[in-house]
């Protein structure tokens, strides 16, 4: 059995890596052509062509993510299928391959590509998005964050707190930074507006140059307002720079420990979180449907087809890893507005397929 799994796994390994190549190669040029517009404009600030190729190359770790299930999909298909044509695992299953030790070695095989996909999606692809984005904002200005900036929550013991940033530099400072403090009668206490801020040691977000505006209630109940400059401003929070970021960085290309405080921050200060929890559940559930991408291509291996090519086979494979993508992004827009569950939305396509996976193997392997 030695022997056959090394055979297997080399196999499904060169031809997992061929096909993402060539799909990487073919969203980096679509990436490269879409940059091309930025290039040498008179905003663009020194962004050219090398520019333009790191910032393409810093995008490859998400495409690989996104990818992966798919191009083990298709890869496997094209293994087996190559397989049955040239009667090689027919000889397989007269040295003992039988149907279940088949599902047992491929499986092994995608629990690899289970870890490989988590792995570059949960550290190298956030952390490539970032990078990508800073390289961006050093040459195209600063990065902004919707019309309105980035909207924050936070309670504390005595207070409530509304953050506004409107823009993130490239050093990742916070530029146009407005703090609005509540009591827990819901009264306005202070705003504090700064024109940029960073992240300080314990915390604490180190504000420059702000503006502090303060309310206090009277004893006869008339409200004296102070104004004040300061050079320099302390705001201790919980806030994190990723927590800032999010508003940047698209939550699917958030690790999955960032996306779980990040939406104990929102459910503590009675925010929603029903978006990131879809996107934490998709991150846990993604990585598993290499399991079932191998399931769905093992049948194609009891096909009986030595004559024919094996062209319409790989096809089929390539429309199937598209329907499980269309799917995969579908579900989570569906499930948000219909209030589904967000782990029954993320895992909604992986059960699909499963149970695809699981009638194609009972009809074509254990059946016939």
Same mark, same amino acid.
């Given at each position: 059995?030695?022997?056959?799994? +090394? ?26 052509? !879409?940059?091309?517009?930025?290039? #040498? +404009? ?7 062509? %090398? ?41 397989? +299953?007269?040295?003992?391959?039988? %149907? =279940? ?7 092994? $095989? ?15 692809? %956030? ?5 990508? *984005? ?21 309670? *504390? ?13 490239? !050093?990742?400072? &916070? @530029? ?24 300080? $040691? ?15 209630? !009277?004893?006869?109940?008339?409200? +004296? ?9 302390? =705001? /201790? ?5 990723? &927590?800032?970021?999010? $508003? ?5 290309? &958030? #690790?999955?420990?960032?996306?779980? *405080? ?28 290499? @399991? ?6 093992? %049948? ?26 269309? @799917?995969?992004?579908?579900? #989570? ?6 209030? =589904?569950? /967000? ?7 992986? &059960? ?11 009809? @074509?392997?254990?059946?016939?």
């Amino acid at each position: 059995m030695k022997t056959i799994r +090394r055979l297997i796994f080399g196999e499904l390994l060169y031809a997992v890596m061929f096909v993402t190549a060539g799909f990487l190669a073919l969203f980096s040029f679509f990436d490269l052509v !879409d940059q091309l517009q930025s290039i #040498g +404009r008179p905003n663009a600030m020194g962004y050219q062509l %090398p520019q333009a190729l790191m910032y393409v190359a810093l995008l490859v770790p998400s495409h690989l993510y996104e990818l992966l299930p798919i191009t083990v999909l298709i890869g496997t298909i094209f293994v087996m299928a190559r397989f049955a044509q040239s009667s090689e695992f027919t000889i397989l +299953r007269t040295s003992g391959l039988g %149907p =279940w030790r088949a599902l047992r070695t491929l499986l092994a $095989a995608g629990a690899g590509f289970v870890v490989l996909t988590f792995a570059v999606g949960d550290y190298i692809a %956030p952390w490539a998005d970032r990078a990508a *984005q800073l390289l961006k904002a050093r040459y195209d200005g600063n990065i902004t964050i919707g019309q309105t900036g980035a909207w924050l929550k936070e309670k *504390q013991a005595y207070a409530q707190f509304a953050v506004n940033v409107s823009s993130m530099a490239p !050093d990742g400072s &916070m @530029l146009g930074l407005r703090i609005f403090e509540f009591d827990n009668q819901g009264r306005m206490v202070s705003i504090t507006r700064s024109e940029s801020a960073h992240f300080g $040691a314990g915390g604490a977000w180190e504000l420059i140059q702000a503006e502090r505006t303060e309310f206090t209630l !009277d004893a006869g109940k008339d409200t +004296r307002i102070d104004r004040k400059k300061l050079t320099s401003f302390s =705001w /201790p929070t919980e806030l994190s720079s990723e &927590m800032v970021s999010t $508003a940047v960085l698209k939550p699917e290309r &958030m #690790g999955t420990i960032d996306l779980f *405080q990040y939406i104990a921050h929102l459910e503590a200060n009675g925010q929603t979180s029903q978006r990131y929890e879809i996107e934490f559940w998709k991150k846990v559930f993604y990585p598993l449907s290499c @399991l079932v991408m191998v399931v769905l291509a093992l %049948p194609f291996a009891y096909l009986h087809f030595r004559s024919e090519g094996i062209s319409a086979y790989v096809f089929g494979g390539v429309m199937a890893g598209i329907s499980f993508f269309f @799917l995969n992004n579908v579900s #989570g827009y569906i499930g948000e507005l219909q209030q =589904w569950q /967000p782990w029954l939305t993320a895992a909604l396509p992986g &059960m699909v397929y499963s149970m695809l996976s699981l009638a194609a193997f009972g009809w @074509l392997v254990v059946k016939r």
